[in-house]
Structure formats: C-alpha cells, structure tokens
C-alpha cells in the first residue's frame, strides 16, 4: 500500500473463506473425508423479505444452509446452500470474473495425484507441472489443479524442491498471541 492508503482499523485476521455449492451433503463428504476437515456447527436463513435482499444482497425468496469447518491446522471454510428461483446453477471457471481456487501444500503432489484420480466427484487437470525459469521466484514448485463436480478447483501444491522461496505465510508465521488486558482487580 502506498503512505496515502489506509489500514482498517482493527482489522486482526482473515476467519474464513466461504463456498456456495450445489450439494450441501456431498461437498461436506469432500471436505471431511478427503481434506480432514471437522464440521463445527450448521445454521440455516430465510426466506426474509426484510433480511435477504438487504443484508446478503440475494433476492426475497431466498433462503440457505451453512456448514461452518476447521481445515487443520489453519483455516476455517464455510460452505453455503443457497435456494431462490432466479439461482444460477453455474459455478465461475478460473478465467471467469469471481473465478477462484483453494490451494493445499502437500508433501508430495504425484501421491496427491495417484490418490484422487479415481475418486468420483473430482478430475485432475492436465498432469502435474512445474515452475520452470519463467518465474525464478518460485522455480522447481510441482503443483497440479483438481476440479470438483460443482466447479470448485483445488490445487496441490509441493514447494520442497523450490530453492530459495518467497515469504509465503506458513508454518513458521503460526503463533498465538494474547490480546487479553489485565483486569483492574489483579493490577
């Protein structure tokens, strides 16, 4: 950010990233099954005429069901359901605007590969690859897409053979820091 941007004050940390699939059950399967997540609780919202449209920008007939999970060691993920008449069942490719992946480090992206490739509900794209020269920032990095049956791609990711990697968050970033003041009473 340039010395004219502003922080948001308070901002602490990302919670979680959200997900709106087609298949509340089946995509809580991949995720608990296949990725080791644990489901921490479910809600459900509307319809409401009063609340939809205003505070999820959605139309007034719509109406939906969460499930909130901890991805270990870092990362909460929440998948939505979402019903209304004008839904479009249509999931953004990559190229398409609001297109996204997640992406997972793995030991070994080739046994990644050999595990999910006979899996229903979910195709590898293309092979496995590799950074070549073309970006020395991150050269020798094996990773490979996979794409869910709603549209959701994951990629796998193996940075062990990248020379000198960026500052990516990881591991060595995770630490707890506590933010409780001490009470007038023990001061």
Request: hydrophobic letters at 40%; charged letters at 20%; proline letters at 7%.
């Amino acid at each position: 950010m340039n010395q004219n941007s502003r922080h948001l004050p308070g901002l602490q940390y990302v919670d979680h990233v959200a997900f709106t699939v087609p298949d509340l059950d089946a995509a809580a399967r991949l995720f608990t099954e296949l990725l080791g997540a644990e489901e921490l609780y479910r809600s459900t919202r509307g319809p409401d005429a009063a609340v939809m449209p205003e505070h999820f920008g959605v139309p007034e007939d719509a109406h939906l069901e969460l499930r909130m999970f901890r991805l270990p060691p870092n990362l909460n993920v929440e998948l939505f359901q979402w019903w209304s008449a004008d839904r479009s069942p249509v999931f953004p490719r990559a190229s398409d605007a609001g297109g996204h992946h997640l992406c997972f480090v793995v030991d070994d992206v080739d046994d990644v590969v050999a595990t999910i490739a006979g899996l229903d509900g979910i195709d590898i794209l293309g092979t496995r690859k590799e950074v070549a020269g073309d970006s020395p920032a991150v050269a020798g990095n094996r990773w490979v897409y996979a794409r869910t049956s709603w549209g959701l791609i994951l990629e796998f990711v193996d940075r062990s053979r990248v020379a000198d990697p960026p500052h990516l968050v990881g591991p060595h970033d995770w630490h707890m820091t506590s933010t409780t003041q001490p009470s007038e009473a023990t001061a």
